[in-house]
């Protein structure tokens, strides 16, 4: 079994910026992708940012040149900078890690972070 617990988020102004933290735990032999995604009230969950192991990263469109995402493969552990924050990024956001197991792949989530941005 794979935990992740999430840290980070909170209440933030428009303008203002959060940084989000998630540690991966357990029985991990290696961590392909890790990823975060967001979901807002009536919204279905999307992904954010990605990041592979060789740290090829990919964005949603609406964060681009705002959110930076970063990984620590020693700690098991990936991060995203959110700078620039817009009410429109309100949501839950969470923490996905993909672990590399026989037969296959196995994806791995949190419970989630509440991001509000709001003045």
């Known amino acids: 079994q794979v935990q992740l617990v999430e840290s980070g988020g909170g209440l933030v102004q428009p303008g203002g910026s959060l940084r989000l933290s998630c540690a991966a735990s357990?029985?991990?032999?290696?961590?392909?992708?890790m990823g975060w995604f967001r979901q807002a009230p009536g919204k279905q969950r999307a992904l954010v940012a990605g990041i592979t192991s060789g740290g090829v990263t990919n964005y949603q469109d609406s964060v681009k040149g705002r959110f930076t995402i970063s990984r620590d493969n020693a700690k098991n552990m990936v991060y995203l900078q959110m700078n620039s924050l817009k009410p429109e990024d309100t949501a839950v956001y969470y923490c996905?890690?993909?672990?590399?197991?026989?037969?296959?792949?196995?994806?791995?989530w949190g419970r989630g972070t509440q991001v509000t941005v709001s003045s």
């Open positions: 357990g029985s991990i032999s290696t961590i392909t992708h």
């Open positions: 996905r890690v993909v672990v590399r197991t026989t037969p296959i792949d196995l994806a791995y």
